[in-house]
């Protein structure tokens, strides 16, 4: 492996993971500007990676926009 990444460093570290498995919320998130400032990725096709210092942020504004939170892998 290291013949193949040279010097490179990796993360290996709790990270926060968004599901969202409907199309329609998908496609939204992913075109919305509010939603970017918020994620730190996409892993097609259906799971973001939430910045880790705006966790709490996204709970709540999915919460007002009517999603339920869960804590528990589908």
């Known amino acids: ?3 193949w990444t040279g010097q490179a460093s990796v993360f290996a570290g709790p990270v926060q993971l968004l ?4 199309p329609q ?8 500007p509010l939603f970017a ?3 730190a990725g996409h ?5 973001f990676v939430v910045r880790h210092d705006k966790a ?3 709970a709540q504004l999915l919460t007002q926009l009517g999603f339920s939170i869960s804590d528990v892998c589908p």
């Open 1 to 3: 492996m290291r013949n």
């Open 19 to 22: 599901h969202v498995p409907r």
């Open 25 to 32: 919320a998908r496609d939204a998130m992913l075109q919305s």
């Open 37 to 39: 400032a918020l994620l």
């Open 43 to 47: 892993i097609p096709p259906d799971w």
């Open 56 to 58: 709490a942020e996204v």
